[in-house]
């Protein structure tokens, strides 16, 4: 990712006022050299349009709101052809055509038929005879829409995929510190204390948010995407479970601590998620694919004990599965970042 983008995402508030500005600018100018009637739906729509964060949703908004504008327009200027003094057979013509256009807005395209209701309103609602202003509001709203497509794809493009790479590096970083303070807690003398969670959840809500706004702005990434999304859930959940285990005897701690090879392995995990995160924030450096077979601690199989001691609060198998499967989340997730990162460079 170009360090450009990276500073579009980092300070995408003022690139999203620089973005709105100057395509409602071009608008203005455009609306003075040609003295345009009712010019001012223009910028109004490239306000409405370009309200989303990234330049596939604007793309998809205006996509919707061309087709809903021209879809109402073209139903709304069908009126006209009844006789200019037929009231009752222009109303209540609209009143149907409205009908079966908000029946569709709680559907998949939801905003197309918002404003193909609106357009008819626009374009029929103050009754025949008013064709010369439905003409100019509906040509302003359509040229108005191509602005705002244009300048969020070209004007400071804000993409959803470059904030889920910089994000997913925020994840695995503060994961690697969560994990790596556990881990320094476990070989400890010290008694256990809660590691708070709080930060990674927030990123982790972050990164789920991004989903959608993918979707819109590149479907070939929907797949890796999603599947990166859900090992990121999981291994939340799996280090929320092993940060959460408890010992109220020092024995339960030392049942963890007698494989040697286990805070090493655990270690090596941590470093991992590190220099994974560290390879998603550098704009050039490559990706790193995480093999399980690189893997220590999913090369430990514990000799299962001859008795169980009463004392006993910590489940030493337990707590050994839950970092195994925590590696196994953590090799997948990079799998598919490495497969999300090859689609990314291959559109570009």
């Known amino acids: 990712m170009k360090t450009f983008h990276q500073q579009i995402i980092k300070h995408m508030r003022l690139f999203h006022v620089l973005r709105i500005i100057i395509a409602c600018m071009v608008a203005f100018s455009i609306d003075i050299v040609f ?13 409405v349009v370009m309200s989303a964060k990234y330049s596939g949703e604007v793309s998809d908004k205006a996509s919707q709101r061309i087709l809903g504008t021209t879809i ?8 006209y052809f009844f006789p200019v003094d037929n009231v009752y057979w222009h109303y209540g013509s609209l009143i149907v055509m409205l009908s079966v256009s ?26 025949p005879g008013d064709l010369h202003i439905a003409l100019w509001r509906t040509t302003n709203v359509l040229w108005g829409g191509l602005v705002a497509i244009i300048a969020s794809q070209y004007l400071f493009p804000a993409k959803a995929t470059d904030h889920f790479k910089l994000v997913c ?20 003398d010290d008694a256990y204390r809660e590691i708070s969670l709080s930060q990674l959840r927030q ?19 929907k797949q890796p995407v999603k599947k990166a999304i859900a090992c990121q859930v999981r291994m939340f959940n799996l280090l929320e479970n092993i940060i959460q285990t408890q010992w109220r005897h020092q024995y339960s701690k030392e049942k963890v601590q007698e494989i040697r090879a286990l805070s090493q392995a655990k270690e090596q995990l941590s470093r991992m998620c590190e220099q994974c995160g560290d390879d998603l924030l550098s704009p050039q450096r490559p990706l790193m694919v995480i093999n399980k077979s690189q893997l220590e601690i999913l090369a430990l199989y514990p000799k299962l004990a001859t008795n169980v ?17 925590l590696a196994r989340q953590v090799a997948e997730l990079s799998e598919w970042l490495c497969q999300f ?8």
């Open 35 to 47: 003295k345009l009637p009712y010019g001012t739906w223009a910028p109004i729509t490239i306000i």
């Open 309 to 325: 001691d009463s004392r006993t609060d910590i489940s030493y198998y337990g707590y050994l599965w839950l970092n195994r499967e």
């Open 203 to 221: 990123t982790l809500n972050k990164i789920t948010s991004l989903e959608s706004s993918i979707g819109h702005e590149s479907p070939a990434m």
């Open 72 to 79: 109402g327009a073209i139903l709304g200027l069908s009126l």
């Open 341 to 348: 990162e090859t689609i990314k460079n291959d559109a570009q």
């Open 169 to 188: 590096g925020d994840f695995l970083r503060v994961f690697h510190q969560n994990y790596s303070e556990h881990n320094a807690l476990v070989n400890s």
């Open 102 to 127: 908000l029946y569709f807005t709680l559907g998949k395209y939801s905003y197309s038929a918002i404003l193909t209701s609106v357009t008819l309103v626009l374009v029929a609602g103050s009754g």
